[in-house]
């Protein structure tokens, strides 16, 4: 995954995509979030329990251990190791779901340049990422030391073309059980391990090559430059 995304529906047509009945605590505000082309360290929108209730705060895309300084914050956690490695122990047990609308992938096609694909759900669903990270709760203030990472699996089917990683995307019931604390740790490595959503639940095309810089934000980013595809793509990247 190769770090852009989407997320520019509001809180509210997320939250009716993980049909939780608890209420909700929306630190993240009411209007469309609008951010057509998110980068690493932005404030996005994540979703994770507070007690009883389900909460929304913007938090960092990125996080790190406090003794690794001497890196940069990874944004994304491998599936195979996240649950087991040292370095994400600390938040491994903090899950939380990223919802988007959809993320981009850059593909080398013969050209000078990578193309821009963007990846979305068939029928345009909100896309609900497995994420773990250190965040707001209860009387927690948002700090420096907040952040997330969105857990990435190997790809498959004809989405390999366009890359070899991707988020681990939950069905809705699975979201809710993922951010359900009284979900046990072993039960939770496995959903993200084996019950990710499938390539077929995608499709992709190009998009236009300003979504490369990461200034350019609106709708126009995320216009179809060429014939949707899905599994039976395939490209020379």
Known sequence: MCGRLSQYRGIHDFVAALSIPNALLNYAGDQPLECYNAAPTMQLALFHRDGEYLRADRVRWGWRPHWAKDRAAPINARVE?????????????????????????????????????????????????AAIGHYPIGEHEPNEHDGFVIITADSAGGMVDIHDRRPVVLASELAREWLDP????ERAEQMVLLQGEPAEAFEWFQVDRAVGNVRNQGPELIMPTSKISSGAYKGNG
């Open 182 to 185: 009284a979900t046990p740790k």
């Open 81 to 129: 190791k996240v649950a087991h490695g040292p370095f994400f122990k600390d938040i491994w047990p903090h899950r939380a779901i990223l919802a988007i609308d959809n993320w981009f992938e850059w593909v080398y096609e013969g050209g000078p340049k990578k193309q821009p694909y963007l990846i979305r759900h068939h029928d345009r669903t909100p896309i609900l990422c």
